[in-house]
C-alpha cells in the first residue's frame, strides 16, 4: 500500500484538485493530510473528502512530513504537494518501479499547466534524474523500511527535499519516472519565471556550498 502524504498551509485554492484526483485512483491506498497551521478553509476542504485522514502539526514541510508518515499505514510513502496532481495510474507506475530489487526511491518528472515556452523547458531539465534537477514538488516517493532507517526529513527551514535525497541516493538507486506530475506554475507568474528559476538555482547552489538552511530561507524571503 502507498501512503500520500500531502503537507498544506492555506492551501484552499489547490488542495480540493489534488485529493479529487487522487481519489479517482487511491484503490487500496491511503491519504494522510498535515497542516500547518492554515487559517483559510483548507482543513473544511480536506474534512469533506472521505476516507482522507488528516492532522495538524507545527509548520515546515519537513515537520509535516514526518508527522504524516508517522501516523501513515503503506509500506512505500509518497510525498506530494498541495498544489501537484498525479499522472493517471501515477501510484501504479509507482508500485511497479518499486518491487523492482535495489531501487529505494524515487521521483515524476514535472509538468506545469501553462503553455510557456519556459516553463516547458524547465519540465524537459527535471526528467534528468540528478539532485540539481529533482525536488520536493515532483513527488517523492521511497519505501517505508527506507524513510525510517534514514530517520526521514531534516526538519530546516529550507532544502529538506535536497537533503533527504543526498542520503538516500547514497544508499541505493533513485529512479525518475518520466510522466509528469502536473504542478501549478505560480511562484513563477508570480515572480516572473526567470527571476524565480535563477533564485532556485542560486538557492541549491548555495546549499551545496554550505550555507545554512535557516540562512537560505532568509535569503530566499528577502529576494522575493
Known amino acids: 500500500m502507498i501512503s500520500i502524504v500531502i503537507p498544506v498551509l492555506n492551501e484552499s485554492q489547490s488542495i480540493e484538485s489534488c485529493l479529487f484526483r487522487l481519489k479517482k485512483q487511491i484503490k487500496h491506498h491511503e491519504i494522510v493530510v498535515v497542516d500547518g497551521g492554515s487559517d483559510d478553509n483548507t482543513l473544511d476542504i480536506v474534512r469533506a473528502f472521505t476516507g482522507v485522514k488528516w492532522l495538524c502539526s507545527p509548520p515546515g514541510r519537513g515537520k509535516q512530513m514526518n508527522r504524516g508518515a508517522e501516523v501513515a499505514e503503506g509500506d512505500l510513502l509518497l510525498f506530494l504537494h498541495a498544489d501537484t496532481c498525479l499522472p493517471p495510474r501515477g501510484l501504479e507506475r509507482i508500485e511497479t518501479l518499486m518491487a523492482q530489487g535495489g531501487i529505494v526511491a524515487g521521483s515524476f518528472s514535472l509538468s506545469f499547466g501553462e503553455p510557456n515556452s519556459l516553463l516547458k523547458l524547465y519540465g524537459l531539465f527535471s526528467r534528468i534524474n540528478h539532485i540539481l534537477f529533482t525536488y520536493g514538488d515532483q513527488g517523492l516517493f521511497m519505501k517505508r523500511h527506507i524513510f525510517e532507517r534514514i530517520g526521514g526529513f531534516q526538519e530546516i527551514p529550507i532544502m529538506e527535499d535536497v537533503e533527504i535525497q543526498m542520503r538516500l541516493r547514497r544508499i541505493g538507486r533513485f529512479v525518475k519516472i518520466y510522466q509528469p506530475v ?38 530566499y524571503e528577502y529576494h522575493l
Open 182 to 219: 502536473i504542478t501549478s506554475a505560480r511562484r513563477f507568474l508570480t515572480y516572473g519565471i526567470i527571476k524565480q528559476q535563477c533564485l532556485n538555482i542560486g538557492l541549491v547552489s548555495l546549499y551545496h556550498t554550505g550555507f545554512s538552511p535557516v540562512w537560505l530561507k532568509r535569503f
